[in-house]
């Protein structure tokens, strides 16, 4: 479980803030049984564009590819787990 969040967070912190296509890469899982794919770019966001502080946030892009990050996040959860009960 804790390798497919890794490859969720990373997937996630590529994917765009606008509207571009994603560009679509496809790998097998280090245990073989699960075949990962996607990845996508935010482009103008830095690394750690998640970073919660001002300094980071008030850049544009990190802001916007924050709130983008979290949006795929939840809908990825929601899928996956369905809704609590």
Not at 7 to 31: E, K
Not at 49 to 65: I, L, T, Y
Request: aromatic share 8%; net charge positive; proline share 6%.
């Amino acid at each position: 479980m804790r390798r497919l969040l890794a490859a969720l967070a990373c997937t996630l912190a590529l994917a765009p803030a606008h509207a571009q296509a994603p560009q679509r890469v496809t790998f097998p899982s280090l245990d073989g049984k699960t075949t990962l794919t996607g990845y996508q770019l935010y482009e103008g966001a830095s690394h750690n564009f998640d970073d919660p502080s001002a300094r980071h946030q008030k850049v544009a892009a990190n802001a916007a590819a924050t709130e983008d990050a979290r949006k795929r996040a939840v809908a990825f959860f929601k899928a996956q787990l369905g809704t609590p009960r």
